[in-house]
């Protein structure tokens, strides 16, 4: 048997984040493209080497974007939207940020919005969707794959490409006109496929990756049947296909992944291990099995020795090839745990990041080869003996449980989960309270975090500035956020999140049972990184978290002031989570600890709160027969979460970048007062669903796209909230951006909410 090692894909951004800081200093004018080029060009070449260092079979090219994956393949195939005006003389790389960011063209109003966003299945990054229509047309119309080939190929490095498969590409695409499937254009997209596999197996490529991820969802049939005819058509392009799969078993499309005229096909292990063995049994000798042992999604350290007695398998053993790479691209967690000389060295013992995954694929493949017991293989590779160690360190470790939380959960009522009275008694009670006009306007939590607030947060962190010295220059920053929101005209407040660093990191760092990296970035979109918290334990809180800030914000102002917090699911999905109890089991864990902080908002006479859940919709299953537990569950911990108020104070919850269509009727049972989602990218798309539904408490439909420098005209504002007003009472909306304004600047954020406001009294002017 022949083993080989290799990877589906590479963190992007650099050890040090190198791609966000070039990026963000090219947007500002301060590098030229060609400055920002070789930036990938050096990013490239270390991250390639590393690979090979690692002893890797293949180093990965296709998988670095300066933006999205996505984005690269809508370029690739010459599929970007009329709608942009596009000359074709613009350089490619400022047209992929156009499409990523939108346009602003002088004297035109409206502009061009960027690209709809949305979650990559069920992880916390975002790609860019292509917009088709029936007349869309493909051509292979970049180079860059090409070129970045030739890259490697120049370093004398053995090279396999990746692509987004073409079913997938389409899958993941919006259909911009009516009466027509994306389904339909395959037939004109796969002639451009054949021509890049040709072309890159001509050019050196030894194989060439696919991804087809959506073989791991519940397909129509109309999708299934156009799998094999389609790869019939690739497979006259003679390249080396490795056909990719992750995220999911694959189920009733396992016997088509596998009957495929491909030369190999890649499983992945952590979320389907049994597909790995199914697949072994059904492949032909003469095909490669690639095995994703090592988690791609998480950061503990693999069981080295589970995953040696899953390659010993005797149902493997009749393969001529296996390759071992991990479940998927490790684009999903940080670079190096060598970085983090803050965290313990049990903690830190029990990590793996990317790098850490390199080695643990050599480990595995030279004592796979190895034909002895586990101590005598233990000997030889220290590795062996470091991930038993650290798994049985981890499993008896006391700071993993905490009995006084196992005995609240047990002792838990059975209405913990229920307000005490239905929502028209609270919004009675409610509008009696707030007294706010039709249409409230609001923002959805955070004002920008701007250079000197990055600063001063750094600056306490060192020990250069004292506690009281920090707080005062915050609560600085706080009241000039509620000055500029009095003078805007908002009805509703928020204090601007000048002390969080992250709507998850901020929490997690004062919650018991979770650990900080300094350098675990992770991207989450273009130049976007996050930081995910490490929940290695028993959560709870040991002290108010929120409290102070918000009393205090609300003592500047006579309007509500909002207090934010981020929810039980949210705070879940966006932390690298333990894996020795079911996740459920943790959020229950953390809800009790929102819950606590709810109370003691509400004493301290905050009525309007807060508690974002983004993430809602990414947390569900890819598999529907899945999706009934996972609801239940993740409805109930964030009512646990907003229950132990009073009727008087008003629920509120965001949920961002998701689609809802399938799953409203357990959004509505989540039963917050004021719900507010993303639709400005969607045209109020989804708030069509909603008004269909007769969603029946308040709703905030985004009306500006946060995520794009340019700030709306009046008229566009207003004219999206028309649109909601036919599907949506006017008693039952508000309006907001569709996020929060962290990553944007003062004058667009004063801009576009002057701009919001004022469409908003324009309609209550109309209404009235």
Request: charge should be negative; hydrophobic fraction near 45%; charged fraction near 25%.
């Amino acid at each position: 048997m022949t083993l080989r090692t290799h990877l589906l894909g590479f963190p992007r951004m650099g050890e040090n984040r190198e791609l966000k800081f070039a990026l963000e200093r090219h947007w500002r004018g301060e590098i030229s493209l060609d400055e920002l080029e070789q930036t990938g060009r050096d990013l490239r070449a270390r991250h390639w080497d590393l690979q090979r260092e690692a002893g890797l079979d293949f180093v990965t090219v296709g998988d670095f974007a300066f933006y999205d994956q996505m984005a690269n393949h809508i370029q690739l195939l010459g599929c970007e939207p009329a709608r942009f005006g596009f000359s074709g003389n613009e350089p490619e790389l400022s047209r992929c940020f156009t499409l990523a960011r939108g346009l602003a063209r002088e004297g035109d109003e409206k502009s061009c919005p960027a690209l709809e966003m949305t979650k990559w299945f069920d992880t916390n990054y975002h790609y860019l969707a292509p917009e088709f229509s029936a007349d869309t047309a493909f051509a292979l119309a970049s180079e860059r794959i090409f070129s970045e080939l030739a890259e490697a190929k120049r370093l004398g490095h053995p090279v396999k490409a990746a692509l987004i498969g073409p079913l997938t590409f389409l899958w993941l695409g919006k259909e911009k006109t009516a009466g027509f499937s994306r389904l339909d254009l395959l037939e004109k997209l796969l002639p451009v496929y054949r021509k890049i596999l040709a072309r890159l197996s001509a050019e050196g490529a030894e194989w060439v990756q696919i991804d087809e991820p959506i073989l791991g969802l519940d397909l129509p049939s109309s999708w299934q049947q156009a799998f094999e005819p389609a790869y019939h058509q690739l497979a006259s392009a003679n390249a080396q296909v490795l056909l990719a799969t992750y995220f999911s078993p694959l189920k009733e499309n396992f016997n088509l992944a596998c009957r495929l005229p491909v030369a190999g096909l890649h499983i992945d292990a952590a979320r389907a291990p049994e597909d790995a063995l199914l697949a072994a049994d059904w492949l032909p000798a003469h095909r490669a099995l690639s095995i994703g042992l090592i988690d791609g999604r998480n950061i503990w350290r693999a069981d080295l020795d589970l995953a040696l007695d899953f390659l010993r398998s005797g149902r493997l053993q009749k393969l001529r090839e296996i390759w071992l790479a991990p479940s998927c691209s490790l684009l999903h967690v940080p670079f190096s745990v060598a970085a983090e000389k803050g965290l313990d060295a049990q903690l830190r013992s029990w990590l793996s990041f990317a790098v850490e995954k390199l080695r643990e694929l050599q480990t595995l493949k030279n004592a796979a080869r190895e034909n002895a017991d586990k101590e005598t293989l233990a000997a030889r590779f220290p590795l062996l003996a470091q991930s038993r160690a650290a798994l049985q360190s981890r499993k008896a470790s006391p700071r993993v449980h905490a009995p006084e939380v196992a005995a609240r959960i047990a002792a838990l009522p059975a209405d913990i989960d229920r307000r005490k009275s239905p929502y028209p008694t609270r919004r009675a009670a409610q509008a009696a309270r707030f007294q706010l006009p039709l249409f409230a306007a609001t923002t959805i939590g955070s004002f920008p975090q701007t250079a000197s607030v990055r600063a001063l947060r750094a600056a306490f962190r060192s020990g250069k500035t004292n506690l009281a010295d920090y707080t005062a220059a915050l609560r600085e920053k706080i009241s000039e956020a509620v000055a500029v929101q009095e003078e805007l005209g908002l009805d509703v407040l928020v204090h601007g999140e000048a002390e969080r660093n992250d709507m998850v990191e901020y929490f997690g760092e004062q919650l018991a049972g979770f650990a900080f990296t300094a350098n675990g970035w992770v991207q989450s979109y273009g130049s976007r990184c996050v930081k995910p918290p490490i929940l290695y334990g028993d959560v709870s809180r040991p002290q108010p978290m929120t409290v102070e800030w918000s009393r205090f914000a609300q003592s500047l102002t006579q309007k509500p002031m909002k207090g934010m917090l981020t929810g039980p699911v949210t705070i879940l999905q966006w932390s690298f989570v333990r894996d020795d109890q079911p996740r459920a089991a943790t959020a229950e864990q953390i809800a009790l600890a929102i819950r606590d902080e709810v109370v003691d908002l509400e004493k301290a006479g905050i009525g309007i709160i807060q508690i974002d859940e983004p993430a809602i919709r990414e947390g569900l299953p890819l598999r529907r027969e899945h999706w009934g537990e996972y609801l239940a569950w993740a409805t109930r911990v964030f009512r646990i979460a907003a229950s132990g108020v009073t009727d008087a104070t008003q629920i509120h919850t965001h949920m961002c970048y998701s689609e809802f269509h399938d799953i409203l009727p357990e959004i509505a049972s989540m039963d917050a007062d004021v719900i507010t989602i993303e639709t400005s990218r969607s045209d109020m798309e989804l708030l069509r669903a909603f008004g269909h539904f007769h969603y029946p408490n308040a709703i905030g439909p985004g009306v500006y796209d946060i995520h794009s420098p340019r700030a709306p005209s009046v008229e566009e504002i207003e004219g999206l909230l028309e649109k909601a007003l036919a599907v949506i009472p006017a008693e039952q909306l508000w309006v907001n951006p569709d996020c929060g304004l962290k990553t944007r600047d003062w004058p667009e954020t004063k801009a576009a909410l002057a701009n919001m406001v004022e469409a908003a009294r324009r309609l209550r002017a109309k209404v009235k």
